[in-house]
């Protein structure tokens, strides 16, 4: 539990630089948080219904989905890390979009 905590918590923060940073505008974010809720239960139901029961069978597909993710978490961290690289270093002269 109190990992998850921090993955939000991660989340909210990296949400708020890149408004901050003029990548997106709050509506942007909204949205994306709409989609992103959507999508993660679609992907909810489909493990629990297809992938769960052919995971129990084959192993090896585990091992593959496991380096499947721990690739896209990896990609994923060098993003936030440039972010967070910009932030520090005031490269925001002036937001891409207009934050009302």
Do not use: D, I, N
């Amino acid at each position: 539990m109190p990992a998850a905590g921090l993955v939000v918590c991660a989340g909210v923060f990296l949400t708020w630089l890149r408004v901050y940073l003029g990548y997106h505008t709050p509506r942007q974010v909204v949205v994306g948080y709409v989609m992103g809720a959507g999508t993660a239960v679609a992907w909810l139901a489909a493990g629990e219904t297809l992938v769960g029961p052919a995971l129990e069978t084959s192993p090896q597909l585990m091992q593959g989905l496991r380096v499947a993710l721990g690739m896209a978490v990896g990609v994923f961290a060098l993003s936030a890390l440039k972010w967070v690289e910009e932030a520090q270093a005031g490269s925001r002269t002036r937001p891409k979009f207009r934050v009302r």
